[in-house]
Nanobody
Framework: QVQLVESGGGLVQAGGSLRLSCAASGRTFNIYHMGWFRQAPGNEREFVATINWSGDSTYYADSVKGRFTISRDNAKNTTYLQMNSLKPEDTAVYYC???????????????????WGQGTQVTVSS
């Protein structure tokens, strides 16, 4: 098990940037695949980005490709989501999640992630 805490959300104007952080507890952080998801009011939770345990493989939703970057620092037990060129439609609660290394391939379903943070609100004004 790993516990996750997100931070870095806030209010930003369209075109601006934010960097979200996800701090993990536990000594085995570096074996987990990590993902970011988001949920807007009235919508289902949707996949944003994922990074494998070693950090050398990433995958993005089409809606954020070219604007968001996921990264991780295993020495700091932290995963990041750099969000640039933000749009009002990016407004949502953002969650980080951890998936066990038993999964292979692109891990983008909520059911593949066993551990979740509490979420951080991102609001983009037009």
């Amino acid at each position: 098990q790993v516990q996750l805490v997100e931070s870095g959300g806030g209010l930003v104007q369209a075109g601006g940037s934010l960097r979200l952080s996800c701090a993990a507890s536990g000594r085995t952080f570096n074996i987990y695949h990590m993902g970011w998801f988001r949920q807007a009011p009235g919508n289902e939770r949707e996949f944003v980005a994922t990074i494998n345990w070693s950090g050398d493989s990433t995958y993005y939703a089409d809606s954020v490709k070219g604007r968001f970057t996921i990264s991780r620092d295993n020495a700091k037990n932290t995963t990041y989501l750099q969000m640039n060129s933000l749009k009002p439609e990016d407004t949502a609660v953002y969650y980080c999640a951890a998936a066990t290394p038993l999964w292979v391939g692109v891990i983008r379903s909520t059911t593949q992630y066993a551990n979740w943070g509490q979420g951080t609100q991102v609001t983009v004004s037009s």
